[in-house]
């Protein structure tokens, strides 16, 4: 038996086990994750985020990211947050402005005097095999055949793959009706991030998230800057953006094609653990 010393954090409670690899010795397969993630007979987590040294000279330190689901994904706006405020508060580095590697880039999170952390999540792509998403040609909105329902969804790769819908209203029963359909749609190959989009003004929204291996969460970062992102595109959002979610709000603003998404928001701990594996 082992044990593995955890820090439970929270952005906007999209809720992480973050487990500091620097200075222990982690091994974590698929089912150790599943079990960890259970909240019931584990810690319960949306993602698991594990810290590292990086060997790219200039690059602070690297990040990995796995769904309660156990699998590892390319990019999480929450969790970069989160890893942020960890390093810094568990004295691993003392730079407020960190470059930091993923699955999928370096993005760059930088400490806020307010305590909020602001990310630099790099520029979104939208070419459909960069989701990856089937499609014959590119286009701003696709035509998505969800169990014999059409919806027009907006592609975007923040590293992670996100289908975005816009509708009247987030509380209508969307979510529940088409996000597990569209996450595990057959034109998403690596399977998706399902977001609901309702535009409030130019600049606010209201969004929710069916995540891809962790079901819906009370809020997913990348998922605000994917909403966003695909807002300004389709010509409803200006270029700086409140996102309400059910967890709380942050701020995206984007300038446009080819330039990175910033994204404003808080990331607090909650308290600290020992598991036994
Ligand atoms: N909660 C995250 C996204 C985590 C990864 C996602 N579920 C995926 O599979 O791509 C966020 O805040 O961005």
Redesign the pocket.
């Known amino acids: 038996m082992s044990s593995l010393r955890f820090t439970k954090m929270q952005?906007l409670g999209?809720d992480f086990v973050v487990v500091d690899g620097v200075r222990q010795q982690v091994a974590l397969d698929a089912a150790t994750l599943r079990r960890l993630g259970d909240r019931h007979f584990g810690v319960g987590f949306?993602?698991l985020l594990l810290v590292e040294t990086s060997s790219t000279p200039g690059i602070d330190f690297r990040y990995r990211?796995f769904?309660a689901d156990g699998?590892e994904?390319?990019?999480?706006?929450?969790?970069?947050r989160c890893f942020a405020r960890f390093v810094v508060d568990q004295g691993l580095t003392d730079k407020t402005e960190i470059a930091v590697e993923t699955a999928r880039g370096v993005i760059y999170p930088r400490l806020e005097a307010g305590g909020d952390v602001t990310v630099d999540m790099g520029a979104p792509r939208f070419i459909p095999a960069d989701i990856p998403f089937v499609a014959e040609a590119d286009a701003v909105v696709h035509q998505l055949d969800v169990g014999g329902e059409t919806v027009g969804i907006t592609v975007v790769s923040?590293g992670?793959?996100h289908a975005v819908q816009v509708v009247s209203d987030v509380n209508n029963g969307a979510v529940e009706r088409f996000g597990a359909a569209i996450e595990n749609h057959p034109r998403f190959p690596a399977?998706v991030?399902a977001g609901f989009m309702q535009v409030l003004a130019r600049d606010e929204i209201a969004l929710r998230?069916h995540?891809?291996?962790?079901g819906e969460?009370l809020?997913?970062?990348?998922?605000?800057?994917a909403a966003v992102v695909a807002g300004i595109r389709r010509g409803l959002l200006d270029a700086t953006v409140r996102v309400h979610t059910r967890g709380g709000g942050l701020s995206i603003s984007w300038a446009g094609e080819g330039r990175p998404v910033l994204m404003t928001g808080p990331a607090v701990t909650v308290f600290d653990g020992v598991i036994t594996l």
């Open positions: 952005g999209n949306d993602q990211i769904n699998s994904v390319e990019q999480c706006g929450n969790g970069a923040m992670n793959p399977r991030n998230v995540e891809r291996g962790a969460t809020a997913c970062g990348t998922g605000a800057c």
